[in-house]
């Protein structure tokens, strides 16, 4: 019979964090499963309703007001019903795949995954992100986390150093914990090839630098890059930096750049766009300041288009930026050691057009996201619960 998959999505607005899923389910390999989200009541994803009528894909809501409230009463009737558990419940999947923003989701599948262990259903936790510096509130909490990620069919990371920050986490290497892919779509790549060839990064007149990420300066250290601009050094300079994303920290971001001094003529805030290839054809080298990253997205897009790229040392970026061949690669996350990575850029300016044809061939040979999902598919199909 064809395997019925449910995907559990606790963000309930648009993110990153979903591509993968979104990615794999729209995927025509994954025509032959049926396929179902359930997402917070009242949310909504990165799946756009086109998308998800062609993919045939069914979408469900949980922890309603009706929900919540039959789980009051039945807490008062000593009767603790999770919702998310009921959610599944009606659906009866073979899989359950939860696709956790960050490790610290991984409590709110607590009674979910029981109910999967209970009922014989395998889960996977698809992780996006793991905080270098990541522990559990508690041992308490720990123990039960661990006993979540230990009963799963697999614990799927982004990048090597996500991996190894859940394994201490834990201090524990689990033999189930494996990598994930978050790569580029084919269609994205074919576009990001014309503008590579069209419309490679310039080695004179203004310096287009891009950084595009949700505002969020605790994660991903729009800041450091502001203060690395604002040294002497760059007065003199013809440059130009975007900051694209979007998010909660607009206001903030505009006020950091008065903050630091930098000049405002020089500084673009924009909101997400949905036009990323144009996006980074107006620019010419990308900027990824981060402080913590599962596997950045955006940046593998950006090197898709043929765009070099500086950044830190957290995550994933460092598996994409190579060092002197795709990139600059600061020492740390430290302010002065990002400013020196772009010092390196900016000095190594005629070899822009270079590292991009480098950073375009590691985006479209590593990071092919259709490549990989038949990997993916064959592994569902292994461990989906026969009916």
Request: aromatic share 8%; charged share 20%; net charge neutral.
């Amino acid at each position: 019979m064809t395997p019925r998959l449910a995907v559990v999505e606790f963000v309930p607005s648009p993110a990153g964090s979903q591509n993968l899923w979104v990615h794999a389910l729209t995927d025509p390999q994954f025509g032959g499963v049926e396929k179902h989200v359930l997402v917070p009541a009242g949310g909504t994803t990165r799946l756009s309703d086109g998308a998800r009528a062609s993919a045939g894909i069914t979408v469900h809501e949980f922890a309603g007001r009706a929900a919540r409230a039959m789980q009051r009463v039945g807490r008062r009737l000593g009767i603790d019903r999770d919702p998310l558990s009921r959610a599944l419940e009606a659906v009866d999947p073979d899989l359950v795949w939860f696709n956790l923003a960050g490790i610290g989701e991984i409590g709110w599948t607590d009674a979910a995954a029981a109910w999967c262990r209970a009922q014989g259903v395998p889960y996977w936790l698809i992780v996006q992100h793991v905080h270098e510096e990541y522990f559990f509130m508690s041992d308490a909490h720990e123990a039960s986390a661990r006993e979540v990620a230990s009963g799963a069919a697999r614990v799927l990371t982004v990048s090597k150093r996500n991996r190894e920050s859940l394994a201490t986490a834990f201090a524990q290497r689990m033999p189930n914990v494996e990598a994930a892919l978050n790569g580029v779509p084919k269609a994205f790549l074919d576009a990001g090839a014309a503008i590579a060839s069209r419309r490679p990064p310039r080695t004179d007149g203004t310096a287009r630098f891009i950084s595009p990420a949700r505002f969020d300066p605790a994660y991903k250290g729009q800041h450091l890059l502001l203060e690395a601009l604002a040294g002497p050094a760059w007065r003199a300079r013809d440059w130009h930096v975007s900051f694209v994303g979007g998010g909660s920290h607009i206001e903030l971001l505009r006020r950091l750049v008065g903050f630091y001094n930098v000049p405002a003529e020089r500084v673009t805030i924009a909101a997400h766009t949905n036009d990323m290839p144009g996006a980074f054809a107006e620019s010419d080298v990308i900027v990824m300041p981060s402080l913590s990253e599962g596997s950045p997205f955006a940046l593998a897009e950006g090197m898709a288009c043929g765009r070099p790229a500086v950044g830190t040392p957290v995550g994933g970026i460092d598996e994409l930026i190579r060092d002197g061949e795709t990139g600059w690669l600061a020492h740390s996350t430290e302010p002065a050691d990002i400013a020196v990575a772009l010092e390196r850029c900016w000095s190594d300016r005629a070899l822009w057009p270079k590292f991009g044809r480098a950073a375009r061939e590691v985006a479209a040979t590593a990071y092919d996201l259709d490549a990989s999902h038949a990997l993916l598919l064959k592994q569902l199909l292994s461990d989906a619960r026969g009916r």
